[in-house]
């Protein structure tokens, strides 16, 4: 590559768990920065520049206002990379969208406050609800693997594409008992794979928090439910935690 | 070959020793001779409510009276990833091949297991040999054992015959604190110099009536021999959309597998992107871009046609390629499949069941 | 009619998957993603036939079966033509002359170029499916007195996707070829041509010896239903048709299942098939 | 121009988390205005996790944020917990206060050596220091690796942990990871203490400025308060229970912060590594004691910077009492506790000291165990209205200094607090 390219990390509504996976790639945040020109990374750096060939986006929109300086920030980036969940679906901040409306949402947080300007909000809307995303890193939190195989596979000028396959491909590959074993609904049957299955491999279900591969066999799972005497809607606000739904086909990849 | 026997505790001792050994060995074949390395020696240990094959810290670590492995013993010699090649990237001059396995043992290897094994070795030999998978055999001692302990979705008396003797190298039976060893191969024997080996005083029948302990719940509903003009004739059987409609396309029952072996191939670089490596994974025809090309037309699309291309490769190609039925009857398939529809028994009693 | 294969890359020791270098030493731009590019290996000739391909890669990027669609030849250097697709394709696009590439192969079966002797030959090729199809449409050119009838028909998608412009032209001139050409639409290209799909060619040939004639058909998936409906017209018998088939591939040899569709293996027992052979199965056509 | 005329506007100050904003407007050398502001967008989780089921608070109120989602998780259990009237087994308690003490050390480290240092030596990132200190640097990683892996071994990952349920582990360590854990503990010891001598070397340049304060942290008898105790400030003699937070933090919204203020005796508080210090420094362990004393740290400080070397001697602190859980685990025989909760309806709140500070969740559940009400006070909201005071203080201490250092001096306070603004807005 002749020149590095320019690199810069944007966060929004989120908790940047996700930057913190990047911070602990220890060491290799080190090479990583030898590879790449780390122009803006507010968390970690004093710095701004004014454009830049890769822009990670963290997090989700929530005002009008993040939502100009995502659109300044599009404009300005070749490349635009939506990490982590919040920023790939919404991801736990769509929650709120499952309330009856603003309103409630803001007088059960602020009270009588909530009427004051600055404490404005709608509807928690995923980068791609606003502007064109170029590639996906899903998960909450991201894989740092991942995250860094993503890179790479840029630098290389690839193509990088999320695994499609279920969550299971993981658990069978570490030797996991399969939840469902223990009468526990698991979502990894539907769930994007790419985690290492880490929730069933440490004793928890999968709550797809990668969202679901591209075509998700939804009857097949309906016919489990019924055998485990589980409603759709229950499966469904499992699903809801990370704003996935299983039914509309994201194409997210 | 030789029929001998050992105490459990020669047999245990003895493979710790193997296993902690610094010394040059004698090893099996002319590709370990000479090498100063110890034998890794793998075998079943329990993990949670399963068991696994997994490296031996100690040879007490060993359970062999065991149901069934969630993985088959063919991670050892098809990894689940595996370097092929190293390289520079950008410089086709620095390909170098990546092929060096060290002595491994494998012991408490079930029958069918073997079989499965012989299955692979026969795949990866002919045409043209991988050298990866092949190196990998030929240094490694294969143990064998019948199964002691009932699992209910196994079938394998009405799938196996004779041929797990031929992937064998050791066959045990566990009789009254002894094991009797039945030695196979050449391989075999040069593993066991050293062993307090014992004339036997058990008959074959013994052996026989050990190996045929276990009874299977479930078997075939016709004879194998006639399974691959059955699926012939049922192509468009309403199987496979029954079962393609149930299915997750999770490919649980491939992984699990001991005869399934498709793989993909792919490069991985290091992040300063100055060294990297072709690795083999693990793939699956069961998932839904094992055959999607390039330009983007997926062959086998659907839920349905994945499914029968699975029950076809154990039923008919595999077996009309290699004369043995291509399914080994272990049951990982139907025991792992989350939507309870993977074994082939299941999917062949249907078919009976439903004539088109 | 038996398999004819090429004299296959030297045993390896090592591995199976170990690629030799091939130097670029000639490429250009054939339409803005198919891109013409002529290797060489270091000291041996590639030894393939018509209608074998070769594993062709790019450390790091990965590896792609890759058709060979210059005639056998004793030289050391052989052709290609790519399709920038994805990340294989797209770095071997960004190779310059002088770079190398690894290359495996030749694999897979040939056209039967020998046991076609003395009969016609029609070949159909749809889009890049042209390129496989050039190495047997050379070679039969270059042993033009082994065979009787000469008959190329080619179709692609519009008028800027057509490749090898110049031998086209040179075939539509040659005494010894029939030679047809369509486009299934102008796109607003200047084009005097046939409009319409490639089997709208067939009625033009006339009447054709079916008895006598082989087809030799590439192109892309959708195309052999129709062309194979066409030729049946004609009373083409299901063996005087020989296909060359297109699947995922990954190692080229028979192992890693890819390409299979019922008990065959595309890379090996194809790519390229008689009619008769494959019909029967689901998975083929 | 006149000289003393000055207008700072920091549009989102960099190496903290979260986004905040220093304004200051001083005419003819009279500050007319100075303003901490929090434009951090809300993401409303009390709203968020009503009508969410009791198994799932955790699992979401841990997304408050990424850096202490260690200690999210454990507020968020014991608060559930409490409602529930579950009780949790030693195994459980112990493998909660070794989580912890990761993340404390993990969160700590973090803000000393990527975000903090870099003040000291005036660069703008770590970075930077890749070739000048390189030495440091791999102590800082080594460290910050370690103590991830802490939380990876014992919670399932190192950010939003897996394992921690209500009234249960879902897995255990092994003795094995567990033994080796804990001799790669003892073995980072030398790297804190190299760390903590460059930072002793470099502890002149934070400046001279006090202020004294409300100090607010959880104490308890015997044990320097992470997990457990209640509450206690400077201004009160009788310790407050947790379920009586409210009475102590106050919340109120103001026009300047999205996150809302508190106060209790005075017109601020502070928590977090200092106020913890300066309540419960008796109660320190002997190798943190000594390194509160190598650090020039003796008894009560009213200095703000000194938060970042009382998070130096937590460090210490974390390491030696993550070594002792390990020896009380190991000595416990491990075993999977079953998944057996019974739901009623119930409410009931939960505070564990985080690295910023006291953290309080409060949760109302029905009867079927399904979240009605929920309330989560995080540290660095209780910080938002102490910082606001020490600019006022500050501000016009430093104008001499000229705008450009009064700009660097006020937002290095503000990095000296380890604000977490998300986590404040939630
Ligand atoms: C026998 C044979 C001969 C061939 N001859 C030629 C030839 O002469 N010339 C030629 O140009 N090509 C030829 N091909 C095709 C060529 O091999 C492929 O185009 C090539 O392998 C693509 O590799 P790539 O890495 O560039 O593309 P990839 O990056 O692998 O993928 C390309 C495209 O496929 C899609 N895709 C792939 N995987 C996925 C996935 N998991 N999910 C979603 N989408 C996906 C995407 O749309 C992507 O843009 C031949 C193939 C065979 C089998
Ligand atoms: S535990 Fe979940 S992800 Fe794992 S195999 Fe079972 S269903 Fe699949
Ligand atoms: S395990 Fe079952 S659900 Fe999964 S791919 Fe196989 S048949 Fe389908
Ligand atoms: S198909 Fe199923 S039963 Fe047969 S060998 Fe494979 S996993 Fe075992």
Same mark, same amino acid.
């Given at each position: 590559?002749?020149?590095?390219?320019?690199?810069?990390?944007?966060?929004?509504?989120?908790?940047?768990?996700?930057?913190?996976?990047?911070?602990?790639?220890?060491?290799?945040?080190?090479v990583?920065?030898?590879?790449?020109?780390?122009? &803006?990374?507010?968390?970690?750096?004093?710095g701004?520049?004014?454009?830049?060939?890769i822009?990670?986006?963290e997090? %989700?929109?929530?005002?009008?206002?993040d &939502?100009?300086?995502?659109?300044?920030?599009?404009?300005?980036?070749?490349?635009?990379?939506?990490?982590?969940?919040?920023?790939?679906?919404?991801?736990?901040?769509?929650?709120?969208?499952?309330?009856p409306?603003?309103?409630?949402?803001?007088?059960?947080?602020?009270?009588?406050?909530?009427?004051?300007?600055?404490?404005?909000? @709608?509807?928690?809307?995923?980068?791609?609800?606003?502007?064109?995303?170029d590639? /996906?890193?899903?998960?909450?939190?991201?894989?740092?693997?991942?995250?860094?195989?993503?890179?790479?596979?840029?630098?290389?000028?690839?193509?990088?594409?999320?695994?499609?396959?279920p969550?299971?491909?993981?658990?069978?590959l570490?030797?996991?008992?399969?939840?469902?074993?223990?009468?526990?609904?698991?979502?990894?049957?539907?769930?994007?794979?790419?985690?290492?299955?880490?929730?069933?491999a440490?004793?928890?279900?999968?709550?797809?928090?990668r969202?679901?591969?591209?075509?998700?066999?939804?009857?097949a799972?309906?016919?489990?439910?019924?055998?485990?005497? @589980?409603?759709?809607?229950?499966?469904k606000?499992?699903?809801?935690?990370?704003?996935?739904d299983?039914?509309?086909?994201?194409?997210?990849? | 070959?030789?029929?001998?026997?050992i105490?459990?505790?020669?047999f245990?001792?003895?493979?710790?020793? $193997?296993?902690?050994?610094?010394?040059?060995?004698?090893?099996?074949?002319?590709?370990?001779?000479?090498?100063?390395?110890?034998?890794?020696?793998?075998?079943?240990?329990?993990?949670?409510?399963?068991?696994?094959?997994a490296?031996?810290? %100690?040879?007490?670590?060993?359970?062999?009276?065991?149901?069934?492995?969630?993985?088959?013993?063919? $991670?050892?010699?098809?990894?689940?990833?595996?370097?092929?090649?190293?390289?520079?990237?950008?410089?086709?001059?620095?390909y170098?091949a990546?092929?060096?396995?060290?002595?491994?043992?494998?012991?408490?290897?079930?029958?069918?297991?073997?079989?499965?094994?012989h299955?692979?070795?026969?795949?990866?030999?002919?045409?043209?040999?991988?050298?990866?998978?092949?190196?990998?055999r030929e240094?490694?001692?294969?143990?064998?054992?019948?199964?002691?302990?009932?699992?209910?979705?196994?079938?394998?008396?009405?799938?196996?015959?004779?041929?797990?003797?031929?992937?064998?190298?050791?066959?045990?039976?566990?009789?009254?604190?002894?094991?009797?060893?039945?030695?196979?191969? &050449?391989?075999?024997?040069?593993?066991?110099?050293?062993?307090?080996?014992?004339?036997?005083?058990?008959?074959?029948?013994d052996?026989?009536?050990?190996?045929?302990?276990?009874?299977?719940?479930?078997?075939?509903?016709?004879?194998?021999?006639?399974?691959?003009e059955?699926?012939?004739?049922n192509?468009?059987?309403?199987?496979?959309?029954?079962?393609?409609?149930?299915?997750?396309?999770?490919?649980?029952?491939?992984?699990?597998?001991?005869?399934?072996?498709?793989?993909?191939?792919?490069?991985?670089?290091?992040?300063t992107?100055?060294?990297?490596k072709?690795?083999?994974?693990?793939?699956?025809?069961?998932?839904?871009d094992?055959?999607?090309?390039?330009?983007?037309?997926?062959?086998?699309?659907?839920?349905?046609?994945?499914?029968?291309?699975?029950?076809?490769?154990?039923?008919?190609?595999?077996?009309? $390629?290699?004369? /043995?039925?291509?399914?080994?009857?272990?049951?990982?398939c139907?025991?792992?499949?989350?939507?309870?529809?993977?074994?082939?028994?299941?999917?062949?009693?249907?078919?009976?069941?439903?004539?088109? | 009619m038996?398999?004819?294969?090429?004299?296959?890359?030297?045993?390896?020791?090592?591995?199976l998957?170990?690629?030799?270098?091939?130097?670029?030493?000639?490429?250009?731009?054939?339409?803005?993603?198919?891109?013409?590019?002529?290797?060489?290996?270091k000291?041996? +000739?590639?030894?393939?036939?018509?209608?074998?391909?070769?594993?062709? %890669?790019?450390?790091?990027?990965?590896?792609?079966?890759? +058709?060979?669609?210059?005639?056998? +030849?004793?030289?050391?250097?052989?052709?290609?033509?790519?399709?920038?697709?994805?990340?294989?394709?797209?770095?071997?696009?960004?190779?310059?002359?002088?770079?190398?590439?690894?290359?495996?192969?030749?694999?897979?079966?040939?056209?039967?170029?020998?046991?076609?002797?003395?009969?016609?030959l029609?070949?159909?090729?749809?889009?890049?499916?042209?390129?496989?199809?050039r190495?047997?449409?050379?070679?039969?050119?270059?042993?033009?007195?082994?065979?009787?009838?000469?008959?190329?028909?080619f179709?692609?998608?519009?008028?800027?996707?057509?490749l090898?412009?110049?031998?086209?032209?040179?075939?539509q001139?040659?005494?010894?070829?029939?030679?047809?050409?369509? !486009?299934?639409?102008?796109?607003?290209?200047?084009?005097h041509?046939?409009?319409?799909?490639?089997?709208?060619?067939?009625?033009?040939?006339?009447?054709?010896?079916p008895?006598?004639?082989?087809?030799?058909?590439?192109?892309?998936?959708?195309?052999?239903?129709?062309?194979?409906?066409?030729?049946?017209?004609?009373?083409?018998?299901?063996?005087?048709?020989?296909? %060359?088939?297109?699947?995922?591939?990954?190692?080229?040899?028979?192992?890693?299942?890819?390409? =299979?569709?019922?008990?065959?293996?595309?890379?090996r027992?194809?790519p390229?098939?008689?009619?008769?052979?494959?019909?029967?199965? =689901? &998975?083929?056509? | 121009?006149?000289?003393?005329?000055?207008?700072?506007?920091?549009?989102h100050v960099?190496?903290?988390?979260?986004?905040?904003n220093?304004?200051?407007?001083?005419?003819?050398?009279?500050?007319?205005?100075?303003?901490?502001?929090?434009p951090?967008?809300?993401?409303?989780?009390?709203?968020m !996790?009503?009508?969410?089921?009791?198994?799932e608070?955790?699992?979401?109120?841990?997304?408050?944020?990424?850096?202490c989602?260690?200690?999210?998780?454990?507020?968020?259990?014991?608060?559930?917990?409490?409602?529930?009237?579950?009780?949790?087994?030693e195994?459980?308690?112990s493998?909660r206060?070794?989580?912890?003490?990761?993340?404390?050390?993990?969160?700590?480290?973090?803000?000393?050596?990527?975000?903090?240092?870099?003040?000291?030596?005036?660069?703008n990132?770590?970075?930077?220091?890749?070739?000048?200190?390189?030495d440091?640097?791999?102590?800082?990683?080594?460290?910050?690796?370690?103590?991830?892996?802490l939380?990876?071994?014992?919670?399932?990952?190192?950010?939003?942990?897996?394992?921690?349920?209500?009234?249960?582990?879902?897995?255990l360590?092994?003795?094995?990871?567990?033994?080796?854990?804990?001799?790669?503990?003892?073995?980072?010891?030398?790297?804190?203490?190299?760390?903590?001598?460059t930072?002793?070397?470099?502890?002149?340049?934070?400046?001279?400025?006090?202020r004294?304060?409300?100090?607010?942290?959880?104490? =308890?008898?015997?044990?320097?308060?992470? @997990?457990?105790?209640?509450?206690?400030?400077?201004?009160?003699?009788?310790?407050?229970?947790?379920?009586?937070?409210?009475?102590?933090?106050?919340?109120?919204?103001?026009?300047?912060?999205?996150a809302?203020?508190?106060?209790?005796?005075?017109?601020?508080?502070?928590?977090?590594?200092?106020?913890?210090?300066?309540?419960?420094?008796?109660?320190?362990?002997?190798?943190?004691?000594?390194?509160?004393?190598?650090?020039?740290?003796?008894?009560?400080? /009213?200095?703000?910077?000194?938060?970042?070397?009382?998070?130096?001697?937590?460090?210490?602190?974390?390491?030696?009492?993550?070594?002792?859980?390990?020896?009380?685990?190991?000595?416990?025989?491990?075993a999977?506790?079953?998944d057996?909760?019974?739901v009623k309806?119930?409410?009931?709140?939960?505070?564990?000291?985080?690295?910023?500070?006291?953290?309080?969740?409060?949760?109302?559940?029905?009867?079927?165990g399904?979240?009605?009400?929920?309330?989560?006070?995080?540290?660095?909201?209780?910080?938002?209205?102490?910082?606001?005071?020490?600019?006022?203080?500050?501000?016009?201490?430093?104008?001499?200094?000229?705008?450009?250092?009064?700009?660097?001096?006020?937002?290095?306070?503000?990095?000296?607090?380890?604000?977490?603004?998300?986590? +404040?807005?939630?």
């Open positions: 590559m002749s020149s590095k390219p320019k690199v810069a990390f944007f966060d929004f509504a989120c908790c940047e768990g996700c930057q913190l996976q990047v911070a602990n790639l220890e060491e290799e945040i080190l990583l920065a030898q590879m790449v020109d780390v122009v &803006e990374f507010r968390e970690v750096m004093t701004a520049a004014p454009a830049y060939d822009a990670f986006i997090g %989700s929109i929530t005002r009008r206002a &939502e100009n300086r995502l659109k300044d920030i599009r404009n300005r980036s070749k490349l635009l990379v939506a990490y982590g969940q919040c920023a790939v679906s919404g991801g736990i901040n769509k929650l709120k969208n499952r309330r409306g603003m309103d409630e949402v803001k007088k059960e947080v602020y009270g009588d406050s909530a009427g004051m300007p600055h404490l404005d909000t @709608y509807p928690t809307k995923a980068i791609d609800e606003i502007v064109a995303v590639f /996906y890193i899903p998960g909450c939190p991201v894989n740092r693997e991942e995250f860094l195989w993503v890179v790479k596979e840029l630098l290389l000028g690839k193509t990088p594409r999320l695994p499609n396959y969550v299971c491909v993981n658990c069978k570490q030797e996991n008992a399969c939840l469902f074993d223990f009468s526990i609904i698991c979502l990894g049957p539907l769930a994007r794979a790419g985690c290492g299955a880490v929730c069933p440490n004793g928890v279900a999968c709550c797809a928090c969202g679901t591969v591209d075509n998700p066999n939804k009857n799972m309906h016919e489990i439910l019924l055998k485990y005497n @589980y409603t759709v809607e229950e499966i606000k499992k699903f809801d935690i990370f704003a996935v299983p039914e509309v086909q994201s194409g997210k990849k | 070959m030789e029929i001998l026997k105490s459990k505790e020669d245990n001792s003895f493979i710790d020793e $193997k296993r902690t050994a610094s010394a040059p060995l004698e090893g099996p074949g002319d590709s370990i001779s000479g090498h100063a390395e110890k034998w890794k020696t793998i075998g079943v240990v329990k993990k949670g409510a399963n068991f696994v094959f490296e031996l810290n %100690s040879a007490a670590e060993l359970c062999l009276d065991y149901d069934v492995t969630v993985l088959p013993p063919k $991670k050892y010699f098809l990894p689940p990833k595996e370097t092929l090649l190293k390289f520079i990237p950008k410089k086709a001059e620095s170098a990546v092929n060096h396995p060290g002595p491994i043992a494998l012991i408490g290897v079930h029958h069918y297991d073997l079989a499965a094994i299955l692979m070795d026969r795949a990866f030999s002919e045409g043209e040999r991988d050298e990866h998978y092949m190196k990998r240094n490694s001692v294969l143990i064998g054992i019948y199964p002691t302990k009932h699992y209910k979705y196994r079938f394998s008396s009405s799938v196996i015959r004779g041929q797990f003797r031929k992937a064998a190298d050791i066959m045990l039976v566990a009789m009254n604190g002894f094991f009797v060893v039945e030695i196979l191969t &050449e391989k075999g024997k040069n593993y066991l110099q050293g062993a307090e080996l014992q004339e036997n005083d058990f008959s074959l029948a052996i026989e009536a050990a190996a045929n302990k276990i009874k299977d719940d479930q078997k075939i509903p016709l004879p194998i021999e006639l399974v691959p059955f699926l012939e004739k192509h468009d059987h309403s199987a496979w959309d029954y079962f393609g409609g149930k299915c997750f396309s999770c490919a649980s029952c491939v992984l699990v597998c001991p005869t399934c072996y498709c793989f993909d191939v792919r490069d991985e670089v290091d992040l992107l100055e060294a990297g072709r690795v083999r994974t693990w793939d699956s025809c069961m998932l839904e094992f055959a999607l090309t390039g330009e983007g037309f997926n062959f086998r699309a659907g839920r349905g046609a994945r499914f029968r291309h699975r029950i076809y490769r154990k039923g008919k190609h595999l077996f009309e $390629k290699y004369g /043995y039925f291509g399914c080994v009857g272990c049951g990982r139907a025991g792992s499949c989350t939507a309870g529809i993977a074994g082939p028994v299941k999917v062949l009693k249907y078919m009976l069941e439903h004539k088109q | 038996d398999k004819e294969r090429g004299n296959t890359q030297k045993k390896r020791n090592s591995s998957y170990l690629p030799e270098v091939a130097t670029l030493i000639n490429k250009r731009e054939m339409t803005p993603d198919d891109s013409f590019f002529e290797f060489q290996l000291n041996r +000739s590639l030894g393939h036939l018509p209608g074998q391909f070769a594993e062709i %890669s790019v450390p790091g990027i990965g590896e792609a079966p890759i +058709s060979i669609s210059s005639p056998p +030849s004793k030289s050391r250097k052989f052709e290609m033509v790519i399709r920038r697709v994805g990340s294989v394709t797209g770095a071997l696009h960004a190779l310059k002359v002088g770079d190398s590439a690894g290359i495996r192969g030749p694999f897979g079966a040939a056209f039967p170029m020998a046991a076609l002797k003395g009969r016609n029609l070949f159909i090729s749809g889009g890049i499916g042209l390129v496989p199809a190495s047997a449409i050379l070679y039969a050119l270059e042993h033009r007195q082994d065979y009787k009838d000469i008959i190329i028909l179709g692609c998608r519009e008028p800027a996707q057509r090898f412009t110049d031998a086209l032209a040179q075939w001139k040659r005494e010894d070829i029939i030679f047809h050409e369509s !486009v299934d639409r102008t796109n607003g290209a200047p084009w041509g046939n409009v319409g799909v490639i089997t709208t060619l067939l009625p033009k040939l006339g009447k054709v010896n008895v006598d004639t082989y087809a030799i058909v590439v192109g892309p998936p959708v195309m052999y239903k129709y062309v194979i409906m066409g030729l049946h017209d004609m009373d083409f018998s299901d063996d005087h048709i020989i296909l %060359s088939l297109e699947r995922r591939m990954k190692c080229g040899v028979g192992k890693c299942g890819h390409c =299979q569709m019922n008990d065959k293996y595309v890379c027992d194809g390229v098939f008689n009619y008769d052979r494959i019909k029967h199965l =689901q &998975e083929a056509i | 121009m006149a000289k003393n005329n000055i207008h700072i506007e920091v549009n960099t190496r903290v988390e979260g986004h905040g220093i304004v200051v407007d001083a005419k003819d050398g009279q500050i007319e205005k100075v303003q901490w502001q929090v951090e967008a809300p993401r409303f989780f009390e709203a !996790v009503v009508g969410r089921d009791y198994s608070l955790a699992v979401i109120t841990s997304r408050i944020c990424g850096i989602s260690i200690g999210h998780t454990l507020a968020s259990l014991k608060a559930t917990e409490a409602a529930l009237g579950i009780g949790i087994s195994t459980t308690r493998l206060e070794l989580l912890l003490h990761g993340e404390t050390l993990q969160s700590h480290i973090l803000h000393i050596g990527y975000l903090v240092v870099p003040d000291l030596l005036r660069v990132s770590v970075f930077s220091l890749a070739e000048t200190h390189k440091l640097l791999l102590a800082v990683t080594k460290v910050h690796r370690l103590a991830n892996e939380c990876d071994i014992i919670g399932g990952r190192t950010t939003h942990p897996i394992r921690a349920r209500v009234g249960r582990f879902s897995k360590p092994e003795k094995k990871e567990l033994e080796e854990l804990k001799s790669r503990l003892k073995d980072i010891l030398p790297d804190l203490q190299k760390i903590a001598e930072i002793k070397a470099l502890a002149d340049n934070f400046p001279a400025f006090e004294e304060t409300e100090y607010l942290s959880l104490t =308890q008898a015997g044990e320097y308060a992470f @997990y457990g105790g209640d509450c206690i400030t400077n201004d009160i003699a009788e310790t407050i229970p947790v379920n009586r937070y409210r009475e102590i933090v106050n919340e109120y919204v103001v026009p300047q912060s999205t809302k203020f508190g106060k209790f005796n005075r017109d601020s508080f502070m928590v977090g590594a200092l106020a913890r210090y300066n309540n419960n420094f008796r109660q320190l362990t002997s190798l943190s004691t000594q390194a509160a004393e190598m650090l020039g740290l003796k008894g009560i400080s /009213y200095n703000p910077f000194m938060n970042n070397i009382a998070q130096v001697v937590e460090c210490v602190f974390a390491v030696e009492k993550s070594m002792e859980h390990i020896d009380r685990l190991l000595d416990m025989e491990l999977l506790e079953a057996k909760i019974e309806a119930g409410s009931g709140v939960g505070a564990v000291e985080v690295p910023r500070g006291i953290l309080f969740h409060e949760y109302e559940y029905d009867d079927r399904v979240c009605i009400k929920a309330n989560c006070v995080i540290p660095t909201n209780l910080n938002h209205n102490n910082i606001q005071l020490d600019f006022e203080k500050m501000a016009p201490e430093f104008m001499e200094l000229g705008p450009d250092e009064l700009r660097f001096y006020l937002e290095m306070l503000v990095r000296a607090y380890d604000p977490c603004i998300s986590c +404040s807005t939630h």
